[in-house]
Nanobody
């Protein structure tokens, strides 16, 4: 079983920055993908960014150039540095860990960007 705990959400003004963290614990395979998704009430959960344990990354077009994902394999922790935040980035952000045949979600952390 794997547990994911997100932290770092909060309230920030437009143009500001936040850094989210997601710490994974439990039985974790070496080859993993970790990612961040976000969801607003009434909307589907959407991909923000992914990173593999080898460091390959994928970003949604809406966050390219503003968000950066990184991973510390030794700590099983993934980070999301969010810069130049916009009100439309306001969402609950969820961490997801994917291993062959399994995936796990965190409970989410709320990011609110005021205009």
């Amino acid at each position: 079983q794997v547990q994911l705990v997100e932290s770092g959400g909060g309230l920030v003004q437009a143009g500001g920055s936040l850094r989210l963290s997601c710490a994974a614990s439990g039985s974790i395979f070496r080859l993993i993908t970790m990612g961040w998704y976000r969801q607003a009430p009434g909307n589907e959960r959407e991909l923000v960014t992914l990173i593999t344990s080898g460091g390959s990354t994928t970003y949604a077009n809406s966050v390219k150039g503003r968000f950066t994902i990184s991973i510390n394999n030794a700590k099983n922790t993934v980070y999301l540095q969010m810069n130049s935040l916009k009100p439309e980035d306001t969402d609950v952000y969820y961490c997801k860990l994917t291993t062959p045949g399994m995936y796990y979600w965190g409970k989410g952390t709320l990011v609110t960007v005021s205009s």
